[in-house]
């Protein structure tokens, strides 16, 4: 295996709507700044990789007009996933494995706001018996939460302290986080339910934005930053599309992922899960064994800022950050995809000291 | 495999097909470079946009140079006289279109612009558009204007002598036609 490492992160600051900016404005000074923090241009980059789906921008190759923001003429290696873009930096991993290239660039956007987004998400279920019911993606979460109520494996409570300390965990470390405010969790329970027993609080945002970053192997990485951020090991796995045959209250996917992985949750000492629903952070905190007491989304996590597709790559991101200015030595960064917690992608991340 | 399908099920026609519809309504944010263009439109003007670093002008501009990854940020009016580099004559009806067969679609390199637009061209049967033509925008009147491309309705030829275009497309001189081709 070559060392991969990550050695440069940058995200846009996350918002409801952007209205002012088409997706590749949106994209494009993010994509610059990742570049511009090693000070390298697209001309270095061996390979390159984003994830995005042309569903939620409602307009075909969506994804090859936004390609014009990094200058992709000349022609460049290049390639793209209809998954999150934390994906597309495992596409990007496998590459740098294969010894092609040295560095690769990953990015992904949405604008989460151009439709109606919890329907354009109800797509994404099989189009033969569930799709027709256009059970949208808050009522997939919804079904989740409340089999795991009545399982005993989740408490409200629990989930309303995760929404509640998601958002103060913004206000206080995320500066690129959407919502950011103090409200207990007693004030969470006080709500009236939303969808199903969710309340509102326990749903994420809907969140335009974008994120990049830039991947490199063994020394050309050391060249490029001080503080390169290794990919010690990196896995991905899913669960059966039908609803209907999984235990929506175990993530089985997460559990294998974390495990090929190589995570060993004591060697842990901060995580960053990709965790729409405040159920959902339960869930994988249980089948990916974090202890009770781990520091778990300094940065708010995807309660605190959901761009569809980004939110996954941005936790690879901040782990990352938090790791190079010396927060924290080995993280993990998990992303999922896919109704219900269904595909999930595990990261151990650590520094050089 | 065998399936064994329980005794109700044994003669039940196979579905072989189903049809789930689907509808979803979204909100196109044009941007900042569309929107740009389209305002230029309203007021009569053809707004292109350049490149600071290679000064290529894109008309509509999407908002990024995509030899250079950056914002194309000079705005640049075209006067709205330009070059027939490709076209093709349509004699087939597709779904949903008004127009009276056949009919020529063209691709424009308006004068002072690196990039194409595509429009209709019409007052000219399609046995006389050649590639090298010039031609020349035909405005809605003033008053029904909208931020849209139809408020140009379409090119027409212009009486000048052709501009020479190069193999790959692209006009390599605007003045007339030199033998043998390119520059
Ligand atoms: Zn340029």
Known sequence: MRDVAIVSFAQSHHRRAVEDLNEVEMLMPVTREALDNIGIGIGDIGFTCSGSTDYLAGNAFSFVSTLDGIGPWPPISESHVEMDGAWALYEAWVKLQTGAVDTAFVYSYSKSSSGDLAMVMSRQLDPYAVGPLWLDSVGCAALAASAALDAGVVTREAMAEVAARSRRDALANNEYAQLRFDRTAAAVLAEPDHVGLLHRSDCPPISDGAAAIVLAAGDRARELCDNPVWIRGIDHRIDPMALGYRDLTDVPSARLAASRAGVVPAEIDAWELHAPFSHDELLLRRAMGVPDDAVVNRSGGALAANPMLTAGLIRIGEASWQISSGESERMVAHATQGPALQQNLVAVLEGDR | ?183
């Not at chain 2, 705005?75 to 087939?92: D, F, K, Q, R, T």
């Not at chain 2, 008004?98 to 424009?108: H, Q």
């Open chain 2, 1 to 183: 495999m065998t399936l064994v399908l329980p005794e109700s099920l044994r003669d039940v026609e196979a579905v072989t097909r189903v049809a789930t519809p689907a509808r979803l309504e979204y909100d196109f944010t044009a941007g900042r470079a569309t929107t740009t263009f389209l305002r230029g439109i309203l007021e009569h003007k053809i707004l292109g946009e350049a490149c600071p670093i290679c000064h290529k002008v894109y008309v509509p501009s999407r908002g990024a140079c995509p030899s250079h990854g950056v914002p194309t940020s000079e705005i640049v009016e075209l006067a709205g006289p330009g070059v027939l580099v490709s076209y093709c004559v349509v004699n087939v009806a597709f779904h949903g279109s008004v127009m009276e067969l056949p009919y020529v679609g063209g691709l424009i390199q308006l004068e002072g612009a690196d990039m194409f637009l595509m429009h209709l061209i019409q007052e000219a049967s399609p046995d006389e558009v050649r590639i090298g033509q010039w031609v020349e925008p035909v405005w809605r009147d003033d008053a029904d204007l909208e931020a849209t491309l139809e408020s140009i309705r379409y090119f027409r030829p212009l009486d000048r002598p052709d501009a020479t275009v190069d193999e790959a497309g692209h006009v390599v001189s605007w003045g007339p036609a030199t033998r043998g081709g390119a520059a």
